[in-house]
Structure formats: C-alpha cells, structure tokens
C-alpha cells in the first residue's frame, strides 16, 4: 500500500538520513525542513516533495499544517523530528522560549492541526526525544517558558520531557481514533543540532568528538523501526523507545496527570495567533 510519510527536520542530521532510509519507490516522501538550500538538496537526491518552515514562527507553522492536510488527506507517519538546543535564553515572535517552542510548541501545534488526516490514515506519529530528559530537566508545569532558572541544558532536558509527554497524551486521546504514537532516544549522535547552543554544546558535537558519536543513520534507526514496521504488534504506542526496545522514561516523564496538565497548557500558548 502506497504511503505518506512526513520527516521534519529533514534538512540535516537523522531527519535526512531517515528520509534516505525511507524514501521507498511508490511512497510518498515529504520533508519539512528550515534551510532552503540543504531542504532542497535532500529532496532533489530522494525525489521527495519538500516544504520550507520555521518552528520559531508558530504563524509558519498553521501555514504549513493547512497546506499539508490539503495536499495529503492521508498521512501514514509524521516524524516530528525538527528540535535543537540554543545558546541563551531567547524569546520567539511568539513570545515563548526558542528552545521549548521549537522542540515542543511547534510539532505539538502541527500534530493537532493535522490530526482528522492522521486518525483518517491510523497513522504512525514518532517524536524525537532524548535521553536528556532524564538528568537535564527541572520542569515546572507552571514555567514551561522558564523565565526562571534558565540554562540550555534545562529548556533542552524540559523540551525533551514534553516530547515523552506528549506522546503519552496523544495516545490516550487519539489511540482509539488510530493513532499510534511513539516517542524514542536516537542515542548521541553527531548531528549540527547544537550549533546555535553554547561553545562547549558546540565542541561536543564538533568534528573531532563527531568520530566518537553515533552517526545520524546510526540515530535514525529506531525511527527506521517505528515508521515501518506495526504498531500494537512489533511495539506498544504511546511509549518510549531507545535502540528499538522499550527504555524506562523518569518518573515525571510517566505522569499522567502531569501529561494532560502539559497537553492543556500547550494548547493555550499555541491558541494566539
């Protein structure tokens, strides 16, 4: 059966490779990406189609979730894939922290815009999450912007949390409708993800520690796994993966309460506009 699959950050790292990887003859590849140049040259090389956004603009973001549940009534995986780490605290357009809106705001916006399209095609949704969530986040439900004790390491380790969250949420609120969805842990991977955060994120993942971190098609392998093979028999939606095998999340990453808290004021700072 022909299928529709969605990569975001695509442009670079694991959303290329895992375009590579998935760009299967008779599918439908489309990658979302911020770089015209680099979106473009992947989507040349794989005969994909290929849209240009910006997560730091929420108002891109509708216009990109318009355009796509037009061209694309069925949607069998969206990898919400695009996120990043940023060097010092920074307000979007939108007036929420960079970090939070882009790893989080924005894939959770685009999820819920296209969400008829994905419940339509019993589609697959991965988001792309880390295992910072564990030892990096301080996360406060009633600070998601954190005005208060920032770091780059908190807002990522935050970001990351709500990805695991969000998908909890989604499946409780979709999984009945079709929707399959999965958070994972690409492992540390030498990708260009930090190269807006601070000089020691950047000389971590610079081109001498790159020969000791995992490759991007190395990360993007267990997104390969959950974009192609089936849910509810090869994996459980609504959990958390690393190295194709379910990985025990932290104990906030496990609340519901806390998920349904995060899904509710996620949708108030995304309602303006």
């Keep these: 059966m022909k299928r529709t699959v969605i990569i975001t950050g695509a442009s670079d790292g694991i959303g290329a490779a895992a375009a590579k990887m998935l760009a299967y003859p008779g599918d439908t590849l489309v990658l979302v990406g911020r770089s015209p140049e680099k979106t473009r040259a992947v989507a040349q090389e794989l005969d994909a189609d290929y849209f240009l956004c910006d997560f730091t603009e929420l108002a891109q973001v509708r216009a990109l979730a318009v355009t796509?549940?037009?061209?694309?009534?069925?949607?069998?995986?969206?990898?919400?894939?695009?996120?990043?780490?940023?060097?010092?605290?920074?307000?979007?357009?939108?007036?929420?922290?960079?970090?939070?809106?882009?790893?989080?705001?924005?894939?959770?916006?685009?999820?819920?815009?296209?969400?008829?399209?994905?419940?339509?095609?019993?589609?697959t949704v991965i988001n792309t999450s880390s295992?910072?969530?564990?030892?990096?986040?301080?996360?406060?439900?009633?600070?998601?912007?954190?005005?208060?004790?920032?770091?780059?390491?908190?807002?990522?380790?935050?970001?990351?949390?709500?990805?695991?969250?969000?998908?909890?949420?989604?499946?409780?609120?979709?999984?009945?409708?079709?929707?399959?969805?999965?958070?994972?842990?690409?492992?540390?991977?030498?990708?260009?993800?930090?190269?807006?955060?601070?000089?020691?994120?950047?000389?971590?993942?610079?081109?001498?520690?790159?020969?000791?971190?995992?490759?991007?098609?190395?990360?993007a392998d267990t997104l390969l796994w959950l974009a192609t093979t089936v849910p509810g028999a090869d994996w459980k939606p609504g959990k958390y993966y690393a190295k194709r095998k379910p990985a025990k999340p932290s104990r906030q990453a496990q609340d519901s309460a806390l998920a349904v808290q995060l899904w509710e004021h996620s949708a108030a700072m995304v309602a303006a506009g």
Excluded: C, W
């Design 68 to 123: 796509l549940a037009q061209k694309y009534p069925r949607i069998s995986v969206l990898a919400n894939n695009a996120g990043g780490i940023m060097a010092a605290r920074e307000e979007t357009v939108d007036g929420h922290e960079k970090t939070f809106q882009v790893n989080h705001l924005a894939p959770f916006l685009l999820t819920t815009l296209l969400i008829d399209n994905l419940v339509a095609s019993r589609a």
């Design 131 to 219: 295992a910072a969530h564990r030892h990096m986040a301080k996360f406060n439900i009633d600070d998601l912007d954190v005005r208060q004790h920032y770091s780059p390491s908190t807002a990522y380790g935050n970001a990351k949390l709500a990805n695991i969250l969000f998908t909890t949420e989604l499946q409780r609120r979709f999984g009945d409708h079709g929707v399959n969805a999965a958070a994972f842990h690409p492992g540390v991977v030498g990708t260009n993800f930090a190269a807006e955060s601070t000089p020691l994120m950047k000389l971590g993942y610079g081109p001498i520690a790159k020969r000791l971190l995992l490759s991007p098609e190395q990360g």
